[in-house]
């Protein structure tokens, strides 16, 4: 895949052409040369050493490497949790880069949902707690609030446990409530950090399923993983290596998890799919 960044002219500098590469669609995500040192004492430790990315919209990336070489400093970059020592960052077309930490703050809540290893739940609060917690800020009524998390809810399969704590759901149960929470808001990018680190292989399918589901329905998104099954399951795979990417390629034929459980049910087995299925039923 072609990692040209679209160099802004310099009687655009610092905006990001709408239209590049013959009519194609603005990136999600566009970074150029974006370097993160960090001061550890008096030395410095180069995370990230110079890094150009395109995403485009519909992507589904799988961000890989070995421990250390940079991939949550990316992730955190790109989710407007930290910023960058130099370089540059378009999310939509809109220069992150330069902004303030209050429209870092704005742009991480409506633009970005966030899915990481631990579920980071509010452990006393209901799945429909949980789920409603982003929209806080975004102003809603709580009328409105409520619908929009039981709609979320009901698109992960989780109709029927709107009212469970965390403790009172599953490892696969408690991911889904945070995927229903990333996506309350409508965001244009999915960032997931390891999200089936803490799960069993049954129920990392279980999600990643969701995730591919969820990305043919048009959402963008962005999976770092050590594990090269849960890597297969993306449309391109990027391999970092001490603060650099050393390889960026499509994978031609993704692992298709709706393939895998199709298999399964074949052979007599109740598939994670229908699973969902069932839990959709007690709406
Ligand atoms: P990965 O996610 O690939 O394991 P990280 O992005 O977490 O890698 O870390 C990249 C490098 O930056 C590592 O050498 C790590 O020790 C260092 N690092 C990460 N976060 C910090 C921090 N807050 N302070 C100092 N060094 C850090």
Same mark, same amino acid.
């Given at each position: ?15 990001? =052409? ?8 603005? =990136? ?16 410095? !430790? ?14 589904? !990336?799988?961000?890989?490497? =070995? ?16 910023? =960058? ?25 409506? &633009? ?89 292989? &049954? ?26 099954? !849960? ?5 391109? &795979? ?18 298709? !998890? ?21 839990? &959709?039923?007690?709406?």
């Amino acid at each position: 895949m072609s990692n040209n960044f679209p160099v802004p002219s310099p009687a655009t500098h610092g905006e990001l =052409p709408q239209q590049e590469n013959g009519g194609r669609p603005s =990136p999600v995500i566009a970074v150029r040369h974006l370097v993160k040192t960090y001061m550890v004492g008096q030395t410095e !430790v180069h995370a990230l050493r110079g890094i150009s990315l395109q995403v485009y919209p519909g992507e589904f !990336v799988a961000v890989m490497g =070995p421990s250390g070489s940079g991939k949550s400093t990316l992730l955190n970059l790109i989710g407007c949790l930290d910023r =960058p020592t130099s370089g540059d960052y378009w999310l939509m077309g809109t220069p992150v880069s330069r902004m303030s930490a209050n429209q870092l703050a704005g742009t991480r809540n409506q &633009r970005i949902g966030f899915v990481f290893q631990g579920f980071n739940l509010l452990a006393r609060a209901s799945a429909l707690s949980n789920v409603m917690l982003p929209m806080v800020y975004a102003g809603r009524s709580s009328k409105e609030r409520e619908r929009r998390a039981r709609r979320a809810l009901q698109l992960v399969g989780l109709a029927a446990r709107v009212n469970h704590l965390p403790a009172q759901l599953s490892g696969g149960q408690q991911q889904r409530v945070a995927i229903a929470r990333a996506l309350v808001n409508h965001p244009s990018l999915l960032l997931a950090d390891e999200p089936t680190g803490n799960l069993d292989s &049954r129920t990392s399918l279980e999600i990643l399923g969701l995730l591919q589901v969820l990305n043919e329905q048009g959402i963008t998104i962005m999976l770092v993983t050590h594990n090269q099954d !849960v890597a297969d399951c993306a449309k391109r &795979r990027v391999v970092f290596r001490d603060g650099r990417i050393v390889r960026d390629e499509t994978i031609p034929v993704p692992r298709s !998890v709706q393939e895998i459980w199709a298999a399964e049910v074949k052979q007599g087995s109740d598939g994670t799919g229908v699973q969902i299925e069932e839990e &959709r039923s007690h709406e």
